[in-house]
């Protein structure tokens, strides 16, 4: 079946550094959708990509849909504190019967 | 706020016991998607409602089962519970159900079999 790798697993950072993490698929995806999750909460759509080559931000978030259809990446610019927490990603195509195929997540954790 | 709401936010019970968890979607969204979350894990996707029929399936076992009922609120009943049954489970809804819809998640129950 379909595997997405999302990668880092996690990440260790100082408050002010820039982040990046990225997800791969083994197939063509229509949508790419990233979300952050907080402790004990659900998850919460950050950005959504709709066509190869797009490059979306939301704030400090800048996530942009690959070429290839097959990978896209997530930045945070100077994170702060309160960007800790999972991050997910997630793709949609026409085969998965519209289902969304999760990564893993990346954990984000600032040093103090 | 997603305007996803989810009941209970706790649920402590026993094994071999059922529960039921309770989900009302966004108004106006006719899809409705149940996850699992065990400690430390990804989302395991379990089963997606449409506008009352069954859409997909997930990695769902059969001593569960779930159902949207017409006023579009869902139910996800677990039944015969076992400790491994311990875990996040999230009510996810959209506007449609097929390609690009994003999916917005409630706050989830925490369930706990002892």
């Known amino acids: 079946g379909q595997q997405l790798n999302q990668s880092p697993q996690s990440m260790f950072i100082q408050e002010g550094e820039d982040v990046s993490m990225n997800c791969t698929s083994s197939?063509?995806?229509?949508?790419w959708l990233w979300y952050k999750q907080e402790p004990g909460e659900g998850p919460v759509l950050l950005i959504a990509?709709?066509?190869a080559g797009e490059l979306t931000s939301n704030g400090r978030l800048t996530a942009q849909f690959g070429i290839t259809r097959k990978d896209s990446f997530l930045n945070i610019s100077a994170s702060i504190p309160s960007d800790v927490g999972i991050y997910f990603c997630?793709?949609?195509?026409?085969?998965?019967?519209?289902?969304?195929?999760w990564g893993a997540g990346t954990k984000l954790i600032i040093k103090p | 706020d997603s305007g996803v709401t989810q009941t209970p936010k706790h649920l402590i019970t026993a094994t071999g016991q059922r529960v039921t968890l309770r989900c009302s979607p966004r108004s106006g969204d006719l899809s409705v998607y149940w996850y699992q979350q065990s400690l430390d894990q990804g989302l395991q996707f379990l089963i997606q409602?449409?506008?009352?029929?069954?859409?997909a399936k997930g990695n769902i076992l059969e001593r569960f089962s779930a159902q949207q009922f017409p006023d579009l609120h869902s139910e996800l009943n677990l039944s015969s519970l076992e400790l491994g049954d311990s875990a996040l489970y999230f009510c996810a809804s959209s506007v449609g159900g097929g390609l690009n819809n994003e999916q917005f998640f409630g706050p989830g129950t925490r369930l706990t079999v002892l």
């Open positions: 990509l709709y066509k």
């Open positions: 997630a793709g949609q195509d026409l085969d998965s019967n519209y289902q969304l195929i």
């Open positions: 409602y449409y506008n009352g029929e069954e859409r």
């Open positions: 197939s063509i995806f229509n949508t």
